[in-house]
């Protein structure tokens, strides 16, 4: 596989799911990757695992410091930032009508504000290098309407947006800076567990237990997107299980 080996990749929401199985991913093809996530122990032992090739910190993407603090870690122990894969998310759904707001906030704080923060931290690096490449995890909800996870959705529908005239703006401005929005479907992670028990819940669970795939093939999106050529930009990549609707 080219274009991914010693390549410095900063992962968010790397303590589980989507975010360690696509650390492991990368680094098993010669990737640099620098985990971050609140739970330390969890990545702690992600690193180990890793190896040399790994660095983490503990850190919060609601925080504009901790990304910054995880930009200078990159260029500390690899010297250099070359990719940013903004994963970090929550999903605590219910419907408007419940009128959960601390969880509405919550969702914009982590899935949006969360997904601009990497990117204002990366972004100085990548201009000053004129190399990039940042890649955002929407979801099957950032492109449809979603009842019962409706500000979730939109969670989704912006970064999807968002990266998506940024990208535009690059070709524009020539910074040579790549652009991937992935669109999971079920994937079987710890996705579920911010959702408050509830009949609507079980069904969810059923559902992802049926029919959900594991985070490795998501994981495996990131590395095509990655490996291409520095002039294939792999914008958008949908990877749902076969026997989701
Ligand atoms: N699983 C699916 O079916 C599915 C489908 C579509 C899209 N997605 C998206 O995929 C992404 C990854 O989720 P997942 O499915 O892998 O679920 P997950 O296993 O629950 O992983 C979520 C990750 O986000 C981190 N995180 C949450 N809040 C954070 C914060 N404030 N600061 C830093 N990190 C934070 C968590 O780490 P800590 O708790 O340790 O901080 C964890 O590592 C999310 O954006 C999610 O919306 C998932």
């Known amino acids: 596989m080219q274009n991914i080996e010693n390549k410095v990749v900063l992962i968010t929401g790397a303590s589980s799911g989507i975010g360690?199985?696509?650390?492991?991913?990368?680094?098993?093809?010669?990737a640099k990757?620098?985990?971050?996530?609140?739970?330390?122990?969890?990545?702690?032992?992600?690193?180990?695992?890793?190896g040399e090739n790994a660095a983490y910190l503990a850190s919060d993407v609601t925080r504009l410091d901790d990304m910054k603090a995880l930009t200078a870690l990159a260029k500390e122990r690899f010297g250099k930032v070359d990719v940013l894969f903004a994963n970090a998310g929550i999903m605590p759904g219910s419907s408007m009508s419940e009128r959960k707001v601390n969880d509405w906030m919550a969702m914009i704080d982590i899935n949006i504000k969360g997904v601009l923060n990497a990117?204002?931290?990366?972004?100085?690096?990548?201009?000053?290098?004129?190399?990039?490449?940042?890649?955002?995890?929407?979801?099957?909800?950032?492109?449809?309407?979603?009842?019962?996870?409706?500000?979730?959705?939109?969670?989704?529908?912006?970064?999807?947006?968002?990266?998506?005239?940024?990208?535009?703006e690059s070709v524009m401005e020539n910074t040579n800076i790549r652009t991937t929005t992935i669109y999971p479907g079920a994937i079987?992670?710890?996705?579920?567990?911010?959702?408050?028990?509830?009949?609507?819940?079980?069904q969810v669970e059923a559902f992802y237990q049926?029919?959900?795939?594991?985070?490795?093939?998501?994981?495996?999106?990131?590395?095509?997107?990655?490996?291409?050529?520095?002039?294939?930009?792999?914008?958008?990549?949908a990877i749902r299980p076969s026997r989701e609707g």
């Not at 990757?33 to 890793?50: H, P, T, W």
């Not at 594991?214 to 291409?228: G, K, T, W």
């Open 119 to 168: 990117m204002a931290a990366v972004l100085p690096e990548f201009l000053a290098q004129k190399r990039g490449h940042i890649i955002v995890t929407s979801s099957i909800a950032g492109t449809k309407s979603v009842p019962g996870n409706a500000v979730y959705a939109g969670t989704k529908h912006f970064v999807r947006a968002m990266l998506d005239s940024f990208r535009t």
């Open 188 to 202: 079987k992670t710890e996705l579920l567990d911010t959702i408050a028990p509830s009949e609507t819940k079980s």
């Open 20 to 30: 360690a199985a696509t650390a492991k991913v990368l680094a098993a093809h010669g």
């Open 210 to 237: 049926r029919v959900g795939l594991e985070p490795d093939v998501i994981a495996d999106a990131v590395l095509y997107a990655i490996a291409q050529p520095d002039n294939v930009d792999v914008s958008d990549l």
């Open 33 to 50: 990757v620098v985990l971050s996530a609140r739970r330390k122990d969890r990545l702690q032992q992600l690193a180990a695992e890793i």
